[in-house]
């Protein structure tokens, strides 16, 4: 069903670019970059949607805000990323607040009218998706990275990714009309590839349903949520806080009897408190350190490989003896 939705996207989209060219040729005149006759450029803020921009526009000029070892909560608005955001004709970003603390700031040093909330040239992959876990909001400065949308790491998620892929491919359409058929059939190739993909992933995942880790923030929640794994314990006592020696002491305590298959954490989030936890619970925890996204978002298939790492990483947990 899914490709043969990308096929039907492909072929609507070629449509766009040739007989049924008037609308979208008219909605891309008054509101797309002036940018058609030149290669496009895009700033990414993570390193996913540049992967995914790569797959759909490989011509592009991409700029990628963050890297595997980044917190996206908290980036520097360095003077490099404010330069690239002016030139850029698109920003693709997550959205859902994960960008809340850097984003704006460097819309509005890079005063780039194209790139505005609002604006055709900012595509927030959150919109196209329902969330998981919306948090009610709160002023509490307290409270942590709290989204009141729901969680923001939806790219965790092959099924979501497939939702993100084909709305922006439309989107990618309209602004650059005169390249729609070429977007379409990207598209349609990768969806075919990614639905083929996914299903190895759910089969291999099998062993993994109603799995118990322990992992630091939920970087990895929708991972879990597809899987049928359960996220036991939390080793930040609020969301985006480090880990503390009250919080740990309370989970070794709270672990001890039936410890997790594994303690995951992201590549870029210090590892100390995961290993110490684990040595508290006598080694039966194994520590897992693996990438939040993408290493090289310009590497073939670069989601694929990103994908297989982690899934990878976890049937090695689940098979090794406690």
């Given at each position: 069903m899914a490709s043969c939705q990308a096929l039907a996207l492909a072929?609507?989209?070629?449509?766009?670019g040739f007989v049924a060219l008037g609308p979208l040729q008219a909605v891309a005149q008054t509101r797309a970059p002036a940018a058609a006759a030149k290669v496009p450029t895009v700033f990414a803020c993570e390193p996913e949607w540049a992967a995914l921009v790569r797959v759909l526009l490989p011509q592009a000029k991409l700029h990628v805000a963050t890297h595997a070892r980044q917190d996206p909560h908290h980036i520097e608005a360095r003077p490099?990323?404010?330069?690239?955001?002016?030139?850029?004709?698109?920003?693709?970003?997550?959205?859902?607040?994960?960008?809340?603390?850097?984003?704006?700031?460097?819309?509005?040093?890079?005063?780039?009218?194209?790139?505005?909330?609002?604006?055709?040239?900012?595509?927030?992959?959150?919109?196209?998706?329902?969330?998981?876990?919306?948090?009610?909001?709160?002023?509490?400065?307290?409270?942590?990275?709290?989204?009141?949308?729901?969680?923001?790491?939806?790219?965790?998620?092959?099924?979501?990714?497939?939702?993100?892929?084909?709305?922006?491919?439309?989107?990618?359409?309209?602004?650059?009309?005169?390249?729609?058929?070429?977007?379409?059939?990207?598209?349609?190739?990768?969806?075919?590839?990614?639905?083929?993909?996914?299903?190895?992933?759910?089969?291999?995942?099998?062993?993994?349903?109603?799995?118990r880790v322990a992992a630091q923030h939920t970087t990895f929640g929708y991972l879990w949520h597809w899987l049928g794994m359960e996220m036991v314990a939390d080793l930040e006592p609020r969301p985006g806080m480090p880990p503390t020696p009250g919080h740990l002491g309370a989970l070794r305590e709270q672990l001890r009897s039936q410890p997790p298959a594994a303690i995951v954490v992201a590549s870029h989030q210090d590892a100390r408190s995961a290993h110490w936890l684990g040595r508290q619970l006598d080694q039966r925890s194994p520590v897992l350190v693996v990438p939040a996204t993408v290493e090289d978002p310009d590497q073939p298939e670069a989601l694929v490989r990103w994908f297989d790492t982690v899934l990878q990483a976890l049937l090695v947990a689940a098979d090794t003896p406690r």
């Open positions: 072929t609507a989209l070629g449509a766009a490099a990323l404010i330069a690239q955001l002016r030139r850029a004709d698109l920003a693709v970003c997550t959205g859902a607040g994960l960008e809340a603390g850097w984003l704006p700031m460097l819309q509005q040093r890079a005063a780039n009218p194209r790139v505005q909330d609002g604006q055709p040239g900012l595509f927030f992959a959150a919109d196209q998706v329902r969330l998981i876990d919306p948090r009610p909001a709160t002023l509490n400065p307290f409270a942590g990275d709290v989204h009141p949308e729901g969680n923001p790491h939806l790219h965790a998620d092959p099924g979501r990714l497939v939702q993100v892929a084909a709305a922006l491919a439309a989107h990618l359409a309209r602004l650059w009309p005169d390249q729609a058929v070429e977007i379409g059939r990207r598209h349609a190739d990768w969806s075919v590839r990614w639905q083929a993909h996914r299903a190895r992933w759910q089969r291999e995942g099998q062993r993994l349903q109603s799995l």
